[in-house]
């Protein structure tokens, strides 16, 4: 089957085949309006020369550079943020924007404080995931001196002096953890719930909206104190085995940061499907085949697309106007996931 042809393009765009041509080969100036008409012409019909249109209309505008700062390196879904934000940066009709990724190694405070240093002088703007700790906030203040601001993403951090908050509204999230739980869970009885840190703010806040919750409206439930897990595989798996063995009248687990993959290893290992409800956050290969096999009752999965878009708007709106007087943040509604809905 032929792909579009110049014919084609030109007939989408509602421009001359000459004037096509001209933008693809350069011969001659064509205003910027036709331009991007014809490049957004070109990406929905999937015009081989679509890269080179795009080129051609950016070529005039001053390139913007951006950091990126992730956690786990490994991990399918960081993976996937990264892959995401890399396409929809070159994917953009209007500007031209570099990303630089890095990923933290450790979760200790002082390395992410400096590889957010590590972006002064290089970028026009920082995003990250991370903890929220006064060297983290140091970093970001500098970085604020230096007229670079930086963007808290899925868990805020540095209040008060990085430029906005991206993600979720983590106790909303909590609270709508606490409401599930409730309503799943076949009998009353206790229940266990996971934090990645106690320096992971929106881990903190997803742990009071689910206590404040289930204190609220569902008194019957015993809420066993949080345990922080590190959001590693290993340690959430022995940490639910060790719960599992303790109490047999467990009836809901909350894993409300990372390390699901060794909570779902432990179920597998020692409940029967739908024994015990068990909520995670993101879909992975992992999560998408435990919904499956019912061993996960709900996935709570952030709207990856959307945050991507929103944070990169956010980014160059502050490299080409100027940081806000005061700092903001921005909720994206979470995604609820069940066996039957994926």
């Given at each position: 089957?032929r792909?579009?042809t110049i014919?084609?393009?030109a007939?989408?765009?509602?421009?001359?085949?000459?004037?096509?041509?001209?933008?693809?080969?350069?011969?001659?100036?064509?205003?910027?309006?036709?331009?991007?008409?014809?490049?957004?012409?070109?990406?929905?019909?999937?015009?081989?020369?679509?890269?080179?249109?795009?080129?051609?209309?950016?070529?005039?505008?001053?390139?913007?550079?951006?950091?990126?700062?992730?956690?786990?390196?490994?991990?399918h879904?960081?993976?996937?943020?990264?892959?995401?934000?890399?396409?929809?940066?070159?994917?953009?009709?209007?500007?031209?924007?570099?990303?630089?990724?890095?990923?933290?190694q450790?979760?200790?405070?002082?390395d992410?404080?400096?590889?957010?240093?590590?972006?002064?002088?290089?970028?026009?703007?920082?995003?990250?995931?991370?903890?929220?700790?006064?060297?983290?906030?140091?970093?970001?203040?500098?970085?604020?001196?230096?007229?670079?601001?930086?963007?808290?993403?899925?868990?805020?951090?540095?209040?008060?002096?990085?430029?906005?908050?991206?993600?979720?509204?983590?106790?909303?999230?909590?609270?709508?953890?606490?409401?599930?739980?409730?309503?799943?869970?076949?009998?009353?009885?206790?229940?266990?719930?996971?934090?990645?840190?106690?320096?992971?703010?929106?881990?903190?806040l997803?742990?009071?909206?689910?206590?404040?919750?289930?204190?609220?409206?569902?008194?019957?439930?015993?809420?066993?104190?949080?345990?922080?897990?590190?959001?590693?595989?290993?340690?959430t798996?022995?940490?639910?085995?060790?719960?599992?063995?303790?109490?047999q009248?467990?009836?809901?687990?909350?894993?409300?940061?990372?390390?699901?993959?060794?909570?779902?290893?432990?179920m597998?290992?020692?409940?029967?499907?739908?024994?015990?409800?068990l909520?995670?956050?993101?879909?992975?290969?992992?999560?998408?085949?435990?919904?499956?096999?019912?061993?996960?009752?709900?996935?709570?999965?952030?709207?990856?697309?959307?945050?991507?878009?929103?944070?990169?708007?956010?980014?160059?709106?502050?490299a080409?106007?100027?940081?806000?007087?005061?700092?903001?943040?921005?909720?994206?509604?979470?995604?609820?996931l069940?066996?039957?809905?994926?």
């Open positions: 089957m792909g579009p014919q084609d393009l007939k989408a765009a509602n421009v001359s085949v000459a004037t096509v041509d001209r933008i693809l080969n350069g011969r001659a100036r064509v205003r910027e309006e036709t331009v991007r008409k014809v490049q957004e012409a070109a990406h929905r019909l999937g015009f081989y020369g679509a890269n080179a249109i795009r080129q051609r209309a950016l070529s005039d505008r001053p390139e913007l550079h951006f950091g990126i700062v992730l956690q786990k390196e490994r991990h879904f960081y993976q996937s943020f990264a892959s995401l934000l890399q396409e929809k940066a070159k994917a953009l009709t209007n500007r031209r924007v570099r990303l630089t990724l890095r990923f933290a450790s979760t200790v405070p002082r992410l404080a400096d590889l957010l240093a590590s972006m002064a002088g290089h970028v026009h703007a920082v995003a990250a995931t991370g903890l929220d700790h006064p060297h983290v906030t140091a970093a970001v203040a500098d970085l604020k001196e230096r007229g670079i601001p930086t963007f808290s993403l899925l868990s805020d951090f540095a209040q008060g002096v990085r430029e906005s908050y991206i993600g979720a509204n983590n106790l909303k999230v909590g609270r709508t953890a606490g409401w599930l739980t409730a309503s799943i869970a076949r009998t009353p009885g206790k229940i266990g719930v996971f934090i990645g840190g106690h320096r992971f703010h929106g881990h903190e997803r742990e009071t909206g689910f206590r404040s919750y289930l204190r609220e409206y569902a008194p019957e439930f015993e809420l066993l104190n949080p345990q922080a897990n590190l959001e590693t595989r290993q340690l798996y022995e940490a639910t085995c060790d719960l599992l063995e303790k109490h009248d467990l009836v809901a687990l909350y894993v409300a940061g990372g390390g699901m993959e060794g909570a779902i290893a432990a597998r290992e020692m409940r029967k499907p739908g024994e015990v409800v909520l995670v956050n993101e879909l992975t290969p992992e999560s998408r085949q435990a919904l499956l096999d019912r061993l996960v009752s709900i996935v709570m999965a952030t709207p990856l697309s959307e945050l991507c878009d929103e944070l990169l708007a956010m980014m160059i709106h502050s080409e106007q100027g940081m806000a007087e005061t700092p903001g943040q921005r909720f994206l509604p979470i995604q609820l069940t066996p039957e809905s994926i």
